[in-house]
């Protein structure tokens, strides 16, 4: 199990985390997404064959690309 929390800095609010939850949630080894609108910071639990990469990626598909 690999966890991170990443910056988000497109997220201005709660329906944001919603949205970066249900995307993540669908990816196959992503087992945990949590989210907080006012840090602009989502935490995940993943393991195989989900990968940071593929999270990543994830998010800068839906228009919320992690910082740095
Ligand atoms: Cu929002």
Do not use: F, Q
């Amino acid at each position: 199990m690999e966890k991170t929390t990443l910056s988000i800095p497109n997220i201005s609010c709660h329906h944001c985390v919603m949205s970066i939850k249900n995307e993540l949630g669908e990816i196959r080894g992503v087992s945990k997404v949590e989210g907080d609108p006012g840090a602009k910071e989502i935490t995940v639990e993943w393991e195989a064959p989900a990968t940071l990469e593929t999270i990543k990626a994830t998010l800068k598909e839906i228009n919320y690309p992690a910082a740095g």
